[in-house]
């Protein structure tokens, strides 16, 4: 029955891609009522401030990571064995 | 409330282990398996608060000292024993069980010791005990990483019995209670470099992904839940306060990350995720702050079991594929959906989704950070949230169990014990985020914070919402490769290979040429003095005494003419001795 549901859903890319559209609006919406009382610095009191902060961290360190790898740490599986 | 009838919960797993071959033999393998750490789950709440004072040598041993700090990490250890061991229900081999079981001890007596010599004894245990988990695999590969570990962590007991030694001499005593930061001097600093190796700090955490990685199934689960923790416990208890430890526990929070990013196997990628987690952990520590000290043990105690359960889920799918690399897997969720829909709970709560255990235990360790205005550390610790959720929340369950590409496997559902254990642990995670209460009610000082505030929640959810956007852009850059990527283990795997090279070139050419020499000329004055020697004793020293030498030895060559070494000369002889006394008793 999950089997059957999730395949439902991994046919209708484009339904999933609205829904996920929509939560992101929902939370950027539920950002504006927050109680900002315990706020830790001023990045706190910004609206949608950890909105970029996720954004901007999750695709720099894909590109500093992947890059990275790519330049300098990657090696054949069987590197030691050499 | 206190009994008066207990045991030490390392104890009872010792004999435990020790006990098994023979359930084994009596056909109760399974049931001994489980009902051994469930008496030891229920039964930490019967323990006094100090027990088993020994002096010895001089020395005064306590094997059991209880207090709040040690109490949630007894809980988190014995329920983890209990799901580790269901978990590995369906192994026949009682080895890889007494290991296991051995290497609870080994944990359980470190958080009980209250003093150094007593956490020295079980953590050396927990090392030799964990290593046969690595090499029950039974893989080259697995025999290889399992002596690597073995050398490291002798290398890391070295140097805290080191510390303990110079401790002793400095105070005189080897209670082990917390060191202030002030007067620390460098017995206490080598103690804690002995702590941190097993907490898997950079640049001394390279043993932790090469060796889980390549453990059993079921022995890479227990693995991931004592070492790193345990040693959590030792610097929560010994080293608290210490700001070091504050920079190096957020460095290891984006390290570990940041090769769960790049990493393929997927027990890897958990296996340097770990040292990310513990690294929230260490950073609490350093952070020393009331607060902080609850939310390094609440995170503990969260991240043992939703890091268990992925290694479980990942460790289903080990055992039903033969395969744990990304860019072999794909589109399993076919076959083995409860195996998924677990590994996603735990992956969901390692990421801290509300109304998960992650949730309600790592936002304490940020909030300690920001309530002591430490804000680069704040910001670390953030950013590895984001790279949690990128690596384990979403490329890890994505590449696995859907994927851009079917696998082409059909594999069965893990077997039935599996799934209950990963039931149990991935239950614990939604129950903990549902009534965080039942883990804020054990922690060792007074909780006065609550995280389903709006604020909170709000950050929350921009976090991971916006992570996965991130992901979403960037989904075909982070397609897994078949490749390993170069850590700081670098320094001893290839240190290991010159230093190979130069015994086997230039100390064997030199100790061969040594030898050569010796053989043509030392040997030959050796023997030459030898029998200078030899003439010297015989013909002057007996000469100068009265020739008894010479007397003896003559003697001996008679005697030896009657001792023909034939057993029928001698019973003859002895019958006819027989014959003489009797004649002569007769006769006289």
């Known amino acids: 029955m999950i089997v059957n549901f999730l395949t439902y859903l991994r046919e209708r890319p484009t339904f999933l891609k609205w829904l996920f559209i929509a939560y992101l609006a929902f939370a950027v919406v539920f950002d504006f009522f927050a109680d900002r009382h315990h706020a830790h610095f001023w990045g706190d009191h910004l609206v949608?401030?950890?909105?970029?902060?996720?954004?901007?961290?999750?695709?720099?360190?894909?590109?500093?990571?992947k890059g990275l790898s790519h330049v300098w740490l990657e090696r054949d599986k069987d590197h030691y064995d050499k | 409330m206190t009994s008066s009838i207990f045991m030490h919960p390392a104890t009872m797993f010792i004999i435990g282990a020790l006990l098994l071959p023979l359930a084994k033999k009596f056909n109760v393998q399974k049931v001994w398996l489980v009902l051994v750490p469930l008496v030891a789950f229920i039964q930490i709440k019967y323990l006094p608060e100090s027990f088993g004072s020994v002096e010895w040598l001089g020395f005064d041993l306590q094997f059991g000292r209880v207090d709040r700090l040690t109490m949630v990490f007894l809980h988190v250890f014995t329920l983890m024993a209990l799901i580790g061991s269901l978990f590995g229900l369906h192994v026949k081999e009682s080895g890889q069980h007494v290991a296991a079981w051995l290497y609870v001890a080994g944990s359980l007596g470190t958080t009980l010791a209250g003093d150094y010599l007593t956490v020295f004894i079980f953590w050396e245990l927990m090392a030799f005990a964990s290593v046969f988990l690595i090499w029950y695999r039974k893989r080259k590969r697995s025999?290889?990483?399992?002596?690597?570990?073995?050398?490291?962590?002798?290398?890391?007991?070295?140097?805290?019995?080191?510390?303990?030694?110079?401790?002793?001499?400095?105070?005189?005593?080897?209670?082990?209670?917390?060191?202030?930061v002030d007067h620390a001097t460098l017995a206490d600093y080598l103690i804690m470099i002995g702590f941190m190796l097993n907490a898997a700090v950079p640049p001394i955490h390279a043993w932790l992904p090469d060796a889980y990685p390549e453990a059993t199934v079921s022995g890479a689960v227990f693995m991931c839940a004592f070492t790193t923790k345990t040693a959590v416990y030792v610097l929560a208890r010994g080293f608290a306060g210490f700001e070091t430890l504050a920079i190096m526990g957020a460095i290891m929070t984006l390290y570990g990350v940041a090769y769960a990013v790049i990493e393929n196997d997927a027990r890897r990628i958990l296996a340097y995720h770990i040292v990310s987690q513990v690294g929230y952990m260490v950073c609490a520590v350093g952070i020393g702050t009331e607060m902080a000290i609850n939310g390094a043990s609440a995170h503990a105690y969260a991240h043992i079991?939703?890091?268990?359960?992925?290694?479980?889920?990942?460790?289903?799918?080990?055992?039903?594929t033969g395969r744990s690399k990304l860019s072999e897997l794909g589109g399993l969720y076919k076959y083995m959906p409860y195996s998924m829909i677990f590994t996603v709970i735990g992956g969901i709560a390692i990421s801290g989704f509300p109304l998960?255990?992650?949730?309600?235990?790592?936002?304490?360790?940020?909030?300690?950070?920001?309530?002591?205005?430490?804000?680069?550390?704040?910001?670390?610790?953030?950013?590895?949230?984001?790279?949690?959720?990128?690596?384990?929340?979403?490329?890890?369950?994505?590449?696995?169990?859907?994927?851009?590409?079917?696998?082409?496997?059909?594999?069965?559902?893990?077997?039935?014990?599996?799934?209950?254990?990963?039931?149990?642990?991935?239950?614990?995670?939604?129950?903990?985020?549902?009534?965080?209460?039942?883990?804020?009610?054990?922690?060792?000082?007074?909780?006065?914070?609550?995280?389903?505030?709006?604020?909170?929640?709000?950050?929350?959810?921009?976090?991971?919402?916006?992570?996965?956007?991130?992901?979403?852009i960037m989904v075909k850059y982070l397609k897994p490769h078949d490749v390993s990527n170069l850590d700081l283990d670098w320094f001893y795997r290839r240190g290991a290979v010159w230093f190979m090279w130069v015994a086997n070139k230039p100390v064997s050419a030199t100790n061969e040429w040594v030898s050569n020499v010796y053989q043509n000329i030392g040997l030959r004055l050796t023997m030459a003095l030898a029998r200078a020697l030899s003439w010297f004793d015989w013909e002057g020293i007996d000469w100068a005494l009265d020739g008894s030498a010479r007397g003896a030895v003559k003697g001996g060559e008679q005697v030896r003419q009657f001792q023909t070494g034939k057993l029928q000369h001698y019973i003859g002889a002895a019958v006819a001795l027989l014959f003489i006394v009797l004649i002569v008793v007769v006769l006289v």
């Open chain 1, 48 to 65: 949608g401030f950890w909105a970029v902060f996720g954004l901007v961290g999750c695709l720099a360190m894909i590109v500093f990571c």
């Open chain 2, 143 to 180: 025999i290889e990483a399992g002596f690597r570990y073995l050398l490291v962590h002798t290398f890391g007991g070295l140097v805290l019995l080191g510390g303990i030694f110079l401790r002793y001499q400095n105070v005189g005593d080897l209670t082990f209670e917390l060191i202030s």
């Open chain 2, 305 to 320: 079991l939703y890091k268990a359960l992925l290694f479980m889920g990942i460790g289903s799918v080990l055992e039903m």
């Open chain 2, 356 to 472: 998960t255990s992650g949730f309600i235990s790592k936002s304490m360790i940020i909030a300690a950070a920001g309530n002591n205005h430490q804000l680069v550390i704040l910001s670390m610790l953030l950013l590895a949230a984001v790279g949690t959720f990128l690596s384990v929340g979403i490329k890890l369950p994505y590449f696995v169990f859907f994927g851009p590409k079917d696998s082409g496997l059909t594999p069965d559902e893990a077997p039935w014990n599996m799934q209950v254990a990963m039931g149990i642990a991935a239950f614990m995670c939604i129950f903990l985020g549902f009534y965080p209460d039942y883990l804020y009610d054990m922690l060792p000082y007074a909780v006065h914070y609550h995280p389903y505030t709006s604020y909170h929640l709000t950050e929350t959810f921009h976090l991971l919402g916006f992570t996965g956007l991130g992901f979403f």
